[in-house]
């Protein structure tokens, strides 16, 4: 049986288009990027000493109300190291921290209040619960929470 050009590149494009979603699959969130929905905390909202990001409420309008998040880089204000945190209001006077990266593929995170999660932003969709264990998708690793104090309009979140 003859196949002519027409033919031949109709069935290898098919091929790669299996092969690449096959790929898609096995790797989800490392291979395909998405893109975070968390606003950023503007810089001003917040210092960071090397031990302690603080993060000052009034001035940080993405957490304030239950429902909210923002996320920052701390290499930003004092290394070149890409330290990155999503923060989230929970619920009333309550605030998490997270570094925000799936431990799949590094990708950033999404907070999903109504599902009390957060997901990763990428094809494989890793799921995590509040505590930052893996609900479903390829991470197997939890995530890294950090600790935090709120005071009246501050949060305090122990990084080291």
Not at 18 to 32: H, K, P
Not at 40 to 59: H, M, P, T, Y
Not at 67 to 81: E, F, H, P, S, T
Request: net charge positive; with cysteine.
């Amino acid at each position: 049986m003859k196949t002519n050009r027409r033919e031949f590149i109709r069935k290898a494009g098919l091929a790669t288009a299996c092969v690449c979603t096959g790929l898609a699959g096995v790797n989800g969130c490392s291979m395909i990027r998405g893109v975070s929905k968390t606003p950023g905390i503007l810089s001003d909202a917040w210092e960071f000493d090397g031990n302690s990001l603080v993060v000052d409420l009034d001035k940080a309008d993405s957490l304030r109300k239950p429902g909210g998040a923002g996320k920052l880089n701390i290499g930003d204000k004092v290394n070149r190291d890409e330290t990155k945190v999503i923060i989230i209001h929970h619920k009333e006077n309550e605030y998490k921290a997270f570094a925000d990266c799936c431990t799949h593929g590094c990708r950033e995170l999404n907070y999903l209040h109504d599902k009390e999660q957060l997901e990763c932003s990428s094809f494989g969709k890793s799921a995590f619960k509040l505590t930052g264990k893996v609900i479903t998708g390829p991470a197997e690793d939890p995530l890294k929470t950090y600790s935090l104090i709120k005071t009246d309009d501050k949060i305090i979140i122990k990084i080291a």
